[in-house]
C-alpha cells in the first residue's frame, strides 16, 4: 500500500521564483501547489486535431513526498500546433525545474517562429517547421543554461529528456533527445516509431540529457518532418509509460486501442499492465481526467512519472492493420 506524502520542499526554491518566471513567464503557476502535485492535464483543437495531455506524479515519489519530475505542455499555433513531453532526470535534484523550463522554452519558441513564418505561398511549410525545430531546440539550451547562470545552479542539476511534436499547415515535425518514445499511427492502420531515443542497455540508462554537452547536437540531428496526410495520432511518452509498454512500438497498438476503446476482450490491454480506467479515455465526457486515471495503470516494478500526450486528428478511429 503507497502512501501519498505531499513534499515539505517548495517545487522552486522561494530565491529562485523571480529568475524562473523572467526565463519562462508563467510556468509557476502549473506548479508547487498541492492540487498540482499528483498531476495536471489540458486539452486542445486547432486545425481538425485534438490534443491531450496528461502527466501523473509516480508512485515511489509519492510515497517518499518528492515532486513530479515529468512536465508536459501543449500550445496552439495559427497553423497547427506543438506539443512537449519532459522527463526529468532521477539523479539531477531540480530536473523538475529543468523538464518544466524545456517544454515551456521549446513550446513558445515554435509557436512564435511558425506564426511569423512567411505564408503558405512563400515558404513550403515543411521547410519553415524544419528551420523552426532547429531554432527552437537552441532556445531550449539557451534558456536551461540561463537560468543556471541566474541562480547560481549547476547546468547538470536541472538535466532532463525532451520529447516534441509540432503541426505547421500540412506538416509534422519531430525532436527527441533522451529516452521515452514518440509514436507514428498511420490511418492505415500501422504504428511506427520515427525516431530512435537515447536509451542505454539497461532501464532508466540514458545517453543524453539536456543541457549537457552534446545534447543539443543530438537534439537538432534529431529533426524529422513528415507529411500529416496518412497519420491519425502522434504519442510522447515519457518512460514511465515507455517502460511498462516495453517495447512501445510491438504494444502501441493495444495501447492506443485501450484509449479509444477502453478494455474488454477485444481491446485488451498488453505487455503485462493491469489497467485501472477500464473505459474510453479519448471519448470521455472529460478526457483529461479519464486519462490522468489511466495513467494509474499497475505493473510491478514500475513507479515512474508517468506523461503521455495524444496528438489525433479529429474523427480518426485508428484500427490496427491486422484487424482491418
Keep these: 500500500m503507497w502512501t501519498v506524502v505531499t513534499p515539505s ?10 529568475h524562473l518566471e523572467a526565463i519562462a513567464p508563467g510556468v509557476t503557476n502549473g506548479h508547487g501547489a498541492p492540487e498540482h502535485e499528483e498531476s495536471v492535464g489540458t486539452q486542445a483543437r486547432r486545425s481538425d486535431w485534438d490534443l491531450l495531455l496528461a502527466s501523473r506524479r509516480g508512485r515511489l515519489h509519492a510515497h517518499r513526498g518528492e515532486h513530479r519530475e515529468d512536465a508536459g505542455t501543449v500550445l496552439l499555433c495559427e497553423h497547427g500546433w506543438c506539443a512537449a513531453v519532459a522527463d ?33 505561398g512563400g515558404a513550403v511549410p515543411a521547410t519553415a517547421l524544419h528551420t523552426a525545430l532547429l531554432t527552437a531546440a537552441s532556445n531550449v539550451q539557451q534558456a536551461m543554461q540561463a537560468f543556471a547562470d541566474r541562480t547560481g545552479c549547476a547546468p547538470r542539476a536541472l538535466r532532463t529528456t525532451l520529447l516534441v511534436a509540432a503541426l505547421h499547415h ?14 507514428w499511427l498511420h490511418d492505415d492502420g500501422r504504428t511506427s516509431q520515427p525516431m530512435q531515443g537515447d536509451a542505454g542497455e539497461f532501464s532508466g540508462e540514458v545517453a543524453h540529457f539536456l543541457p549537457d554537452a ?24 515519457s518512460d514511465g509509460v515507455e517502460d511498462p509498454w516495453y517495447p512501445l512500438p510491438r504494444h502501441a497498438a493495444a495501447l492506443y486501442q485501450q484509449l479509444q ?34 495513467l494509474s495503470f499497475e505493473k510491478r516494478g514500475e513507479n515512474d512519472d508517468r506523461t503521455l500526450c495524444v496528438a489525433r486528428r479529429v474523427g480518426s478511429v485508428w484500427a490496427p492493420l491486422a484487424a482491418a
Design 170 to 183: 500540412d506538416a509534422i515535425g519531430l525532436l527527441q533527445v533522451g529516452d521515452g518514445g514518440i509514436i
Design 9 to 18: 520542499v517548495p517545487w522552486c526554491p522561494d530565491e529562485w521564483r523571480e
Design 261 to 294: 476503446h477502453g478494455v474488454s476482450s477485444e481491446h485488451a490491454t498488453a505487455a503485462g499492465v493491469s489497467p485501472a480506467h477500464t473505459t474510453t479515455v479519448l471519448n470521455a465526457p472529460d478526457p483529461v481526467r479519464a486519462l490522468v486515471e489511466w
Design 88 to 120: 526529468g532526470a532521477g539523479s539531477a535534484p531540480y530536473s523538475r525545474l529543468g523538464a518544466a523550463i524545456a517544454v515551456h522554452a521549446v513550446t513558445h519558441a515554435l509557436r512564435d517562429l511558425l506564426q511569423a513564418a512567411p505564408p503558405r
Design 214 to 237: 552534446g545534447a543539443l547536437a543530438r537534439l537538432q540531428q534529431s529533426v524529422l518532418v513528415q507529411p500529416a496526410a496518412g497519420c491519425a495520432a502522434v504519442l510522447l511518452a
